[in-house]
């Protein structure tokens, strides 16, 4: 059971232009969302995170929007760049767990 | 510091050969992970110590055998493997459950090749 579902599985934006991956989860005890960010041959960093209590985060470009109700979470990166191309994960975790579910990652392409 | 560091970065080995994966970090983290991940898809949880002790095996095979000799080195003993398991391997560190844990520090990767 996917726990975690991300979409799109691919995403093709210009330069400047808003890129948008979203995601929405099942199980009501998450309460940490972070948002990870792999390139090619390298390990996933950690881009941005969120808990439930907000509704909104932004570090920069980097926006998470967050709707409980609806259990859905998404990452808004304004302006992108051709340095933003790389596969985004979104993730879930329990309070006081130590375990992250991963959604199935997004494949950005930021053409210049 | 907040690096993890895996050696090594690239790793080709038949099936019948006895590797090691190691990881290392500086951080004070008390808690170290090993995860698989193939090609386009997200990382899956292998193994968890916290506190140098083994708390979470995923029902991984017995040809993989994690190690933590102390708290900043993690070994993962690959023997007998099978060309399926051919992934880029990640170590990764955070701070123990029971405390704010939320940064899960990833290290680089082995690209492991079985042929």
């Known amino acids: 059971q996917q726990q975690v579902k991300q979409s799109p599985q691919s995403l093709i934006v210009q330069k400047g232009g808003i890129s948008i991956i979203n995601c929405a989860y099942e199980?009501?005890?998450?309460?940490?969302f972070p948002w990870y960010q792999q390139f090619p041959g390298k390990g996933p960093a950690l881009l941005i995170a969120?808990?439930?209590?907000?509704s909104e985060k932004k570090e920069g470009r980097f926006t998470i929007s967050f709707n409980k109700s609806a259990k859905q979470f998404s990452l808004h990166i304004m302006d992108s760049q051709p340095g933003d191309s790389a596969t985004y994960f979104c993730?879930?975790?329990?309070?006081?767990?130590?375990?992250?579910?991963f959604g199935g990652g997004t494949r950005l392409m930021v053409k210049p | 510091d907040t690096e993890v560091t895996q050696t090594p970065k690239h790793l080709v080995m038949g099936m019948t050969n006895k590797k090691s994966l190691k990881c290392e970090q500086h951080?004070?983290?008390?808690?170290m992970y090993w995860y698989k991940q193939k090609a386009k898809k997200p990382p899956e949880l292998m193994f968890v110590?916290?506190?140098?002790?083994?708390?979470i095996n995923e029902s991984v095979p017995s040809r993989f055998s994690p190690e933590c000799p102390n708290s900043s080195l993690l070994n993962l003993h690959l023997h007998a493997l099978q060309p399926e398991d051919s992934a880029l391997y990640l170590c990764?560190?955070?701070?123990?459950?029971?405390?704010?844990?939320?940064?899960?520090?990833f290290g680089s990767g082995t690209q492991l090749s079985v042929l």
């Open positions: 969120i808990r439930p209590d907000v």
């Open positions: 951080m004070g983290h008390r808690a």
């Open positions: 993730a879930a975790m329990e309070n006081a767990g130590n375990m992250l579910t």
């Open positions: 990764a560190s955070s701070r123990p459950p029971g405390q704010p844990n939320e940064k899960l520090f």
């Open positions: 199980n009501t005890a998450f309460d940490y």
């Open positions: 110590y916290s506190y140098e002790k083994l708390s």
